[in-house]
C-alpha cells in the first residue's frame, strides 16, 4: 500500500489499492476527514481516560461482532470487552448492530489508515 501510495512500483499498484482507491482520487481533505471525525469521541475518551476503546472498536468490526474473539486478541475478559463495547455505543450513540452505521465506522477506520500513510 506505501508503495502504491508513493507512485513506486508497476502500474498495477494502484488497481491493487481496493477501497483506498476512492481517497487516493478525492483531493478535497476536508471531505475526507468528515468521515473520520465519527471516531472523535472514542480517541478523546481513550487520551483522556487511557483507555483503548478505538482499539477495541477496530477489533469488534474485524470481528464481526464476536465478542470472545475481540477478548482473546487483546488479552482480556469477555465482561471488560461487553462493557468496552457499551461505553463506545453510548459515546457514538450508534447501533454496531446495523449495517450503515458498521461501514461507516469502517470506512472511517480505512481513511484514518490511509491518512498515516500519506504523512
Request: proline content about 1%.
Amino acid at each position: 500500500l506505501q508503495c502504491a501510495l508513493a507512485g513506486k512500483g508497476n502500474g498495477q499498484s494502484f488497481s491493487k489499492l481496493g477501497i483506498y482507491q476512492l481517497f487516493y482520487t478525492c483531493h478535497d481533505t476536508r471531505v475526507l476527514s468528515q468521515f473520520t471525525e465519527v471516531l472523535q469521541p472514542l480517541e478523546t475518551y481513550d487520551a483522556q481516560y487511557g483507555s483503548q476503546l478505538i482499539e477495541t472498536l477496530r477489533l469488534y468490526l474485524r470481528c464481526s461482532g464476536r465478542v470472545n474473539q475481540v477478548a482473546d486478541e487483546m488479552y482480556c475478559h469477555r465482561n471488560t470487552t461487553n462493557y468496552r463495547i457499551k461505553k463506545i455505543k453510548s459515546l457514538l450513540g450508534m447501533d454496531l448492530d446495523e449495517r450503515e452505521t458498521i461501514f461507516k465506522l469502517q470506512m472511517a477506520f480505512y481513511l484514518k489508515e490511509y491518512q498515516s500513510l500519506k504523512s
